[in-house]
């Protein structure tokens, strides 16, 4: 069996829903989540919506148009 222990996956639930509302992307990251973690990879985990993000869906009409995609990153 491949040795994973100094990997490590960051996951990022980009649901629109804000914790402790269920979200059907948490569960799916929580089944993936439990198999990486039972062969020895690190992961953690961030909700997008807990971070100071750019969402275009949220800010439209609401930034300069001349704002390029490359400084919002």
Known sequence: MTDFDNLRAPVINC????APEPSN???LIDVSARIMERNGVKVSH????????NNPARDHGRQNR???STSRC
């Open 25 to 27: 992307t948490q569960g």
């Open 66 to 68: 001349t704002t390029t």
């Open 15 to 18: 649901t629109l829903k804000r």
């Open 46 to 53: 961030t909700r997008a919506v807990k971070m100071a993000l």
